[in-house]
């Protein structure tokens, strides 16, 4: 089957970094997406990796390693408005998203 | 307007009513989907419409039925649910290319809280 894991809940304080994991198993690879997800919010769209690598976007940055099926989200300079579900989903071989549970990331002061 | 929008925003039904979420999106996008969205477990996709062709996950009960009457509009009706169906329910749009070979990405709503009492 297909699954797609990441660790149910972070806590990280304000201003730190913190990295969430995601790691899949899943029939073929067409990309790989983290969405944001305030609490009674929608979900929205932070990164998309397809090729091996870095991507940065300010303060965020996801890494992918296709041969590892491994994925993370890096959050710098923490700030209290993360706080949110980071939701982890891989685009597999019939082009249909797979879900993670998501990961709840709680800021403190 | 802008983006997708969602109504109702809570929604509370007992088990023999009939209701109906609504969703439109402003975003000229030609794919619409309904996702469920419980505790602690990843969204279950219901329901696609993809240049208005239908697919859906086989496992939807048929209590739920997706209208789409245009490129813009959605429907979710409801009748006879179960508890076990409170949940959000998100609606999605993307764009959607033949080769399927970019991003694609989700335009979420803010969802319906569904409560079956």
């Known amino acids: 089957g297909q699954n797609i894991d990441q660790p149910t809940e972070m806590t990280a304080t304000e201003g730190a970094i913190v990295q969430i994991n995601c790691t899949y198993q899943?029939?073929?690879?067409?990309?790989l997406f983290w969405y944001q997800q305030h609490a009674g919010e929608a979900p929205t769209f932070l990164s998309y990796?397809?090729l091996d690598g870095l991507e940065e976007k300010g303060r965020f940055s996801s890494f992918l390693s296709r041969s590892k099926g491994y994925s993370y989200l890096l959050l710098k300079e923490l700030q209290m408005k993360d706080s949110a579900s980071y939701l982890c989903?891989?685009?597999?071989?019939?082009?249909?998203?797979?879900w993670g549970a998501g990961t709840k990331l709680i800021i403190k002061p | 307007e802008t983006g997708v929008t969602q109504t109702p925003r809570h929604l509370v039904m007992g088990m023999t009513n009939k209701k109906s979420l609504k969703c439109e999106q402003h975003?000229?996008?030609?794919?619409m989907y309904w996702y469920k969205q419980s505790a602690k477990k990843p969204l279950e996709l219901m329901f696609v419409?993809?240049?208005?062709?239908?697919?859906e996950n086989n496992s939807v009960p048929s209590r739920f039925s997706p209208e789409c009457p245009n490129s813009s509009h959605l429907f979710l009706h409801l009748h006879t649910l179960q508890p076990e169906d409170s949940a959000l329910y998100l609606c999605?749009?993307?764009?959607?290319?033949?080769?399927?070979?970019?991003?694609?990405?989700?335009?979420f709503g803010a969802g319906s809280r569904l409560t079956v009492l």
């Open positions: 999605a749009s993307s764009q959607e290319d033949k080769s399927s070979s970019g991003a694609n990405v989700l335009t």
């Open positions: 419409y993809n240049f208005k062709e239908q697919t």
């Open positions: 899943t029939s073929g690879f067409n990309g």
């Open positions: 989903a891989v685009r597999d071989s019939n082009y249909q998203l797979i």
């Open positions: 975003l000229g996008h030609n794919a």
């Open positions: 990796n397809v």
